[in-house]
């Protein structure tokens, strides 16, 4: 009986034990740039608020609990611009990759209806529909978006390219989803992280004209705040389809530990922490992009987001054997597409001494 990982690809980076192997061998160590897993610490506001809640004897809801959707909803409309939200515009996930992979499903999407998302892209959309049985996409022109399109991701700032988007680009896919009726879901788990653009929500009226029929904007705080091993995250925007996505998720027991949603609203309530997190990681690009520009990598977009878009113009695998073979593991640009096979994702997720290390090594 064949299942459903018949129809899934090989997991991606099972396919760079070779490079990681070589890359270990390297007598100054290895420096992962591969992964996007914050290495600095969670901070302490988070862990206390966490600890705090320990006492947790009951189920959790699978919408959240008031006060975490009160905490996301002034977080989205004092730091996105946001409409107003209504409570029933919010709802929170295990993890944001959790609720990419399942919306297919959780909507009902199937054989007659396909998912769009950028040609260039992290993969979990295209195994998202591909779960569901609907029609993988890959495209970034909004005018050639089929017919048939049921729901239709945006990223940005994205992974992996970096690539912000414009309002008047956010525009025209909003417009493309509503003329077919389609959800437009925006994730925007690297907002916080524009270095060269300032990103902007769907849920921003400068987008929406005010009104979030169809649009869904999905938030992680895994990297903001360093806090990936919370499964920290939430979605908002249309009240009727997060209304749907309740009800089908209380049937699969979707919730987020109560614990974790007070170490949420913790992590909202703080904008402090992220204006550090950024520092850290606006340092770590100053050093790691020259020294790549130095060594004959060509940086394209990368205007956001903890990843350099990088090329040696070559296929992406030989640039993945020459890094490895400096001690660098970095991810080759065919994960993401058949469109990026001449880049690699170069993380800015580790440690300063290690990202020193990696510009050492290029010069």
């Avoid at 209806?113 to 195994?127: E, G, L, S």
């Avoid at 705080?221 to 009240?239: C, E, I, M």
């Avoid at 100053?286 to 020294?291: E, F, G, H, N, W």
Wanted: with cysteine; aromatic share 6%.
């Amino acid at each position: 009986m064949s299942g459903l990982g018949s129809r899934l690809p090989d997991f991606p980076w099972d396919t760079i034990a070779e490079a990681r192997r070589v890359a270990s061998a390297h007598p100054g160590g290895i420096v992962d740039l591969s992964v996007g897993t914050p290495v600095d610490p969670t901070p302490e506001l988070v862990i206390d608020a966490l600890a705090a809640a320990g006492q947790s004897p009951g189920y959790p809801t699978v919408w959240g609990d008031p006060a975490t959707r009160r905490a996301i909803a002034g977080y989205l409309e004092s730091r996105w611009g946001s409409v107003p939200l209504a409570d029933e515009s919010v709802m929170v996930t295990v993890g944001s990759k959790e609720l990419v992979a399942w919306l297919p499903t959780l909507l009902g999407l199937g054989a007659d209806d396909a998912v769009v998302f950028p040609a260039c892209a992290y993969p979990t959309y295209a195994v998202g529909a591909l779960t569901a049985g609907a029609r993988p996409v890959a495209l970034d022109d909004p005018a050639e978006i089929p017919a048939d399109a049921r729901l239709i991701w945006v990223n940005s700032p994205a992974n992996p390219t970096g690539r912000i988007l414009g309002v008047d680009e956010l525009r025209a896919f909003a417009a493309r989803a509503r003329e077919l009726g389609a959800v437009l879901a925006s994730d925007e788990c690297y907002g916080e992280f524009g270095w060269d653009a300032e990103p902007v929500s769907v849920l921003d009226p400068r987008v929406n004209d005010g009104d979030l029929t169809g649009l869904l904007a999905v938030h992680s705080l895994s990297k903001r705040s360093n806090a990936a091993g919370y499964r920290a995250a939430f979605v908002a925007g249309d009240p009727s389809v997060v209304l749907e996505l309740v009800a089908v998720r209380k049937h699969l027991g979707m919730m987020l530990p109560r614990p974790v949603q007070a170490a949420m609203v913790a992590m909202l309530g703080d904008q402090d922490h992220v204006d550090q997190q950024r520092e850290r990681y606006l340092a770590r690009r100053a050093l790691l992009r020259p020294a790549l520009e130095g060594a004959g990598f060509t940086i394209d977009h990368s205007e956001g987001a903890l990843y350099l878009w990088g090329t040696r113009g070559e296929n992406c695998r030989d640039t993945v054997a020459w890094l490895a073979e400096r001690g660098i593991l970095a991810a080759p640009g065919d994960f993401y597409g058949p469109a990026a096979a001449d880049h690699v994702r170069i993380a800015l997720t580790a440690t300063d001494e290690r990202i020193a290390a990696a510009a050492a090594r290029f010069a």
